[in-house]
């Protein structure tokens, strides 16, 4: 035997040690109880006997299919109320309280589900896929304010939407942002649309909804959400203070699709050019920048009446002649 | 001027019909392809933690981590029908762990001890191996992780207990945050009335 061998022995002494304490563990799980299904079927209450009743399985109903109907309901409720109290009325006030109540109805109560914008998501996938069925009501909830958006511009985005009316409450100090740069931030909604619907489309194992993932507010609806997101949420809340609805203006993808729609709307904020007074009070009121050359952009109008509360023709009617 | 304007709106009008009527077939098509109210609900031959065949694979705890709600909407839910009400309970016990002095295993297997035990039927306090026992889901301990589920699954249990949806505690999303993450595409939604009725796992080939 050469000297060299001596140490490729104790090696081989060392590796069958360590082989040993690798496992070891599995020894000690080996000590526990040889484990053997005692019974093939399972013992009904007469073989129990005692007087033993088997107890029902919890099952906790979803809510009730009329409420969800009338979540329906409410909604083209809540948008003919916009429209009457915005257009015809003309009362910031009262459009504002429609819209605190639908926050919390439709925010809070409903923690922001059902939604339109989320439904995108839903309606494409279900054109795309013929084994994808949405609810009725999700078809519902989808069209209902673009139909209304034909005729009367976006009443959802004002007196509706609860992720609107998040921000709406927080403008403060809104500044005009530049109408090239808003124009150009405007796009950025239509490149979030199209990404949101490929990703919905896409087979079941790369499928992503984009638009619930990264909704800011329905964190602040459910009161409990992912960090990241309630941060981002609040990023926005802040930034609205002075950019006046910034989700709503430069990404919600179906903000998008009802701008599309409203252009096509018969009636809508208005304002009349027999009857101003070319003050431009309205344009400054505007925190949207949906007032050009003193009129009212329906594409872009969020339906708050701030412009008709800043008019002294509405406010003191006869002062101006 | 107010031929302009009228041609404007006559061209508006034929817009407006135009989309209307695109809106209302697409709805049409989608109303016909729809069927009631329908929920969210684990398929338990889907899911990795109960359906047969699926050895070797750890623990699936996605539908704890993926919900919205905090604590999940998906909890686990013993059948009672198909329990077989074992002395040494596979779901329960965490039957690798050493035995302790009674010659039970000596660690539970749910990490929030939510599950309760109780002898039923005619109790023999003497001869506790010779009785039956409840094993009852607490539903507001449970959050769902499934290691029950698979600890309750053939060849150690008879797989009664499964995952569910708890109707009353799941928002209902338009689409399910668990589904989306889901190997499996074991979250479907199912009509009411199926979703409500707890049922056994199967082999799953998909």
Excluded at chain 1, 167 to 175: D, I, T
Excluded at chain 1, 187 to 197: D, E, S
Excluded at chain 1, 257 to 280: H, N
Excluded at chain 2, 179 to 184: G, I, N, V
Aim: with cysteine; glycine share 8%.
């Amino acid at each position: 035997m050469t000297a060299a061998a001596q140490p490729r022995r104790s090696l081989v002494v060392l590796a069958t040690l360590v082989l040993l304490a690798l496992l070891a563990p599995d020894k000690a799980l080996a000590q526990g109880v040889q484990y053997e299904r005692p019974v093939e079927v399972a013992p009904q209450q007469e073989t129990i006997g005692g007087g033993y009743v088997t107890p029902d399985v919890q099952k906790p109903r979803p809510r009730e299919y009329w409420l969800e109907v009338l979540d329906v309901v409410l909604l083209a409720f809540a948008m003919g109320i916009a429209v009457w109290l915005v257009v015809s009325r003309r009362s910031r006030q009262w459009a504002l309280g429609l819209t605190v109540a639908c926050l919390a109805y439709f925010g809070f109560y409903r923690e922001g589900c059902i939604c339109p914008i989320g439904s995108i998501q839903n309606v494409a996938l279900s054109l795309a896929d013929p084994t994808y069925k949405i609810p009725i009501v999700v078809t519902a909830v989808f069209f209902m304010p673009l139909v209304v958006a034909l005729f009367f511009g976006r009443a959802f985005c004002g007196g509706v939407c609860p992720l609107g009316a998040m921000q709406e409450l927080v403008v403060l100090r809104p500044v005009q942002v530049p109408r090239k740069l808003d124009d150009a931030l405007g796009l950025l909604k239509y490149v979030y649309l199209g990404l949101a619907i490929l990703l919905a489309v896409q087979p079941a194992i790369a499928r992503d909804f984009v638009i619930c993932r990264f909704d800011p507010f329905v964190g602040f609806f459910r009161r409990e959400g992912f960090a990241h997101m309630m941060f981002i949420g609040a990023g926005f809340l802040v930034l609205g203070t002075v950019v006046g609805r910034p989700y709503c203006r430069y990404l919600c993808p179906y903000g998008g699709l009802l701008s599309w729609c409203s252009r096509l709307a018969k009636r809508g904020v208005t304002i009349s050019p027999a009857k101003e007074l070319d003050c431009g009070l309205c344009a400054n009121a505007c925190p949207y920048g949906a007032i050009e050359k003193n009129r009212a952009v329906r594409k872009e109008c969020l339906y708050c009446a701030r412009c008709y509360a800043s008019c002294p023709c509405e406010t003191s009617p006869g002062a101006a002649v | 001027m107010s031929d302009g304007l009228t041609r404007r709106d006559a061209l508006n009008r034929v817009a407006r019909g135009t989309v209307l009527l695109g809106f209302g077939g697409t709805a049409a098509f989608l109303i016909e392809k729809a069927d009631g109210q329908v929920v969210w609900q684990v398929d338990a031959s889907r899911c990795v933690n109960s359906r047969l065949g699926e050895v070797g694979v750890p623990v699936c705890t996605l539908c704890t981590t993926e919900c919205v709600v905090q604590q999940s909407a998906v909890r686990a839910v013993n059948n009672f029908r198909e329990c077989g009400r074992c002395y040494i309970c596979p779901a329960y016990y965490n039957i690798k762990s050493a035995v302790d002095e009674k010659g039970l295993p000596s660690e539970k297997l749910c990490p929030r001890d939510a599950i309760e035990r109780q002898p039923i039927g005619m109790v023999d306090p003497g001869d506790p191996a010779n009785n039956f026992y409840e094993y009852i889901i607490d539903d507001e301990k449970c959050d769902g992780c499934g290691i029950c589920v698979k600890g309750c699954k053939e060849p150690l249990g008879l797989g009664s207990i499964i995952l569910k949806v708890r109707h009353n505690l799941c928002v209902d999303c338009n689409h399910c945050a668990i589904s989306l993450a889901c190997p499996k595409e074991a979250l479907v939604r199912q009509p009411v009335a199926d979703a409500l009725e707890p049922t056994l796992a199967t082999h799953s080939t998909r």
